[in-house]
Nanobody
Framework: VQLQASGGGLVQPGGSLRLSCAASGYIFSNNVMGWYRQAPGEQRELVATITGRGYTNYGDSVKGRFTVSRGNVKNTVTLQMNSLKPEDTAVYYC?????????WGQGTQVTVSS
């Protein structure tokens, strides 16, 4: 499975950004897609995930601000990030999991700064 992520960039505090990730390859319907992030000097942490059936899971720090969803195109996932804070600054990684195997995207930088 290959992952292609897009989006990210620089935004002011309180602003919004959207990340997208598309998976290609040999894909089963029972999979989990989502996003993790890693700030400098920090461990990678959960942002949000969504199963093939639409069940979602969010990290505590983003609940109520971020929304993960499956895209209209099959095997894509989007992350809508609202009310962004400087502490959301990190490299965001797309993750795809199925049948005990994890795949990671290349990472995209999100910077929240005035």
């Amino acid at each position: 499975v290959q992952l292609q992520a897009s989006g990210g960039g620089l935004v002011q505090p309180g602003g919004s950004l959207r990340l997208s990730c598309a998976a290609s390859g040999y894909i089963f319907s029972n999979n989990v897609m989502g996003w993790y992030r890693q700030a400098p000097g920090e461990q990678r942490e959960l942002v949000a995930t969504i199963t093939g059936r639409g069940y979602t899971n969010y990290g505590d720090s983003v609940k109520g601000r971020f929304t993960v969803s499956r895209g209209n195109v099959k095997n894509t996932v989007t992350l809508q990030m609202n009310s962004l804070k400087p502490e959301d600054t990190a490299v965001y990684y797309c993750k795809f999991s199925q049948r005990g195997t994890d795949c990671w995207g290349q990472g995209t930088q999100v910077t929240v700064s005035s």
